[in-house]
């Protein structure tokens, strides 16, 4: 039966009625919403802040209750986030100097390789020394040394990833930017940011997997007689493996994946749905990532208000700032006198003669440090660096095998991407460290050691820089390339060779050298682990630094400090420095 037509217009001016309440209601939500984040990151603020203005706790234990977890994590949680944020300033500033330097980028380039082959425990008794000795009253000098320890092993490959997408910029965008006459300040927000996002923002999910890969030598660690704890996942994970307890392992990496879940959904996943705009193609591709974390951001009112007020306002007077100082420079005379430019010179005369003479009193001092020691401990350092040599080539060769197809399989197609991307986020974010008691348990019990257990490792914990680096790179490929490709029917083989792998070529290089790094930084733990009370080695050279570490070795730790570095820099000079060019010069988008 029909109902009369004043009974359809009522039902549909209800239905109506309705959607305008739910429209008028759902921002107020969201403000809402944003409201109750923002009083709990006030209040997370706070607890920190007491917590680091304390005295400091020599005699801590780490409390295997899976009841002391939410604070453990909350406390680990802070220090990545510091860390990263540190890093992400860092690599921004670092890599644009270098890029855009040219007397001293090819320096700053290869101190890069350096620091980035100098694993965390070589950085720790002097970062953790100088901290402790900044705020000696204070628990917030522990604090520090563990977040720069992470810092270490976190921020090298986001530099270099951003240091390639400045050199890779295509031509013709640069020209543009002269033409209408743009600010180094304008240039880096509206050109550079934004064409190095993608891959920033891949490299930063790295980066970030790194700090928890890292966290348990950061949170936990001897220095001869000293014992330094923090309570966080990582020294729970850690003295969860001293005692073999198989359980409280469980329950930290438990917690640890929930965390790393929430930070996917609520992070990273909005951050890729809002890099995908900043992708450099002609054609818009009909397919992108959405997040409903991004929409309902987008979408608050409060946020949007916070904008117009604060953002909006700030940003246009520091343009308004730049293009009155653009003008009154053109009203200036030009300067004829060579005075100024002699008193430059002269200053920086005087500087490179200072910096010379530190360096060769550093390499002095050096030099009398590595006198004690002796004939056989050379012998053993060289035999261990040889042996960490074939077990990170191995790794970097296993991770490459498979991470190239997957990751240009997850770039190219979207559905697999929605299901692949969070996945492989996931998995990344897992510290091999925390895997590693159980893997170890299993290769003991399997009858296997540490020898192999170490490749896994690293397996493990380097893996991921060239998936994610891959993925960012057959996202960036423009969308007009894949449809000529399409178009013109070429084969699997023709695919790869003339647009995939071009396309991808920067990107993987990239990948591949913080990887090797990263193999070499996870040798210190690959090669040295303690499980069930006991100390499991295996011949290399991360081994033997682990231990000069503990024992306060000096002259072994920084032998074995220049071996690595020497290796990674010989390394990167004959063959990833040229594979850079390459990737500069022939596969570079643009004319």
């Not at 101190?111 to 002097?126: A, E, K, R």
């Not at 951050?271 to 992708?279: G, V």
């Amino acid at each position: 039966m029909i109902p009369p037509l004043g009974t359809q217009h009522s039902r549909g001016r209800e239905m109506l009625g309705r959607s305008q309440v739910l429209r008028r209601s759902w921002p107020f939500l969201l403000d809402v919403t944003v409201a109750i984040i923002g009083l709990a990151c006030f209040y997370c603020i706070v607890l920190i802040a007491k917590f680091w203005a304390g005295p400091p706790n020599t005699l801590m234990v780490v409390s295997l209750s899976p009841r002391a977890l939410p604070l453990y994590a909350f406390y680990s949680v802070v220090r990545i986030g510091l860390a990263y944020l540190l890093s992400l300033a860092f690599a921004i500033s670092y890599g644009y100097m270098a890029a855009y330097t040219p007397r001293v980028e090819a320096f700053m380039i290869a101190v890069l390789d350096i620091l980035q082959s100098i694993p965390v425990l070589s950085f720790l008794p002097g970062v953790m020394l100088a901290m402790v000795g900044l705020f000696p009253t204070r628990h917030l000098g522990v604090e520090l040394g563990a977040i720069v320890l992470i810092f270490t092993g976190a921020v090298w490959n986001m530099a270099f990833s951003f240091y390639s997408s400045l050199k890779s910029i295509p031509r013709e965008l640069r020209e543009a930017t002269e033409i209408y006459q743009f600010s180094a300040w304008q240039r880096l927000v509206q050109l550079e940011l934004p064409y190095a996002a993608i891959g920033l923002l891949w490299n930063s999910i790295m980066s970030v997997a790194g700090g928890w890969f890292f966290l348990m030598a950061c949170e936990m660690f001897h220095f001869r007689s000293r014992d330094f704890r923090l309570p966080g996942l990582g020294s729970y994970l850690q003295t969860a493996a001293d005692q073999g307890d198989l359980r409280a392992i469980l329950w930290g990496m438990g917690t640890m994946v929930a965390i790393i879940v929430a930070t996917d959904q609520l992070v990273w996943r909005p951050l890729i749905a809002w890099s995908d705009k900043f992708k450099f193609e002609q054609v818009e591709s009909s397919k992108r990532v959405a997040s409903p974390i991004l929409h309902l951001f987008t979408h608050s009112n409060a946020l949007q208000a916070l904008r117009r007020s604060t953002i909006d306002p700030l940003s246009e007077g520091i343009y308004a700032r730049l293009a009155q100082h653009r003008d009154e420079k053109r009203k200036q005379p030009p300067q004829r006198s060579e005075e100024p430019r002699r008193s430059a010179r002269a200053a920086q005369a005087g500087l490179a003669v200072l910096v010379v003479s530190l360096v060769i009193y550093l390499a002095w001092q050096t030099v009398v440090l590595l006198r004690p020691v002796t004939g056989a401990q050379y012998i053993r350092l060289l035999q261990g660096a040889l042996a960490t040599f074939l077990r990170v080539n191995l790794s970097l060769l296993l991770a490459a095998g498979w991470t190239i197809p997957a990751g240009v399989a997850i770039g190219f197609h979207p559905r697999l991407a929605r299901l692949a991307q969070p996945l492989a986020q996931i998995a990344a974010s897992v510290p091999a460290t925390a895997l590693f008691p159980v893997i170890l348990l299993a290769l003991v019990r399997l009858g296997g050691g540490l020898g192999l257990g170490s490749i896994a490792l690293m397996l493990l914990g380097t893996q991921w820089y060239i998936l994610f680096n891959v993925i960012a790179g057959a996202l960036a490929i423009p969308t007009d390339l894949k449809e000529v490709a399409t178009l013109f029917r070429f084969g699997t083989v023709q695919r790869w060779k003339t647009v995939i792998l071009p396309g991808i070529f920067p990107f993987l290089i990239t990948g591949m050298v913080t990887a090797s790094g990263g193999a070499w930084n996870a040798s210190i733990i690959a090669e040295y682990f303690r499980l069930n009370n006991q100390t499991l080695e295996t011949i290399g050279l991360g081994a033997q630094i682990s231990a000069a570490t503990e024992h306060g070795e000096f002259p072994i730790l920084l032998l074995g400090t220049i071996l690595i570095s020497l290796m990674v820099v010989t390394t990167n000079r004959l063959l990833w420095r040229p594979l850079f060019r390459l990737a500069e010069t022939r596969y570079k988008l643009g004319a």
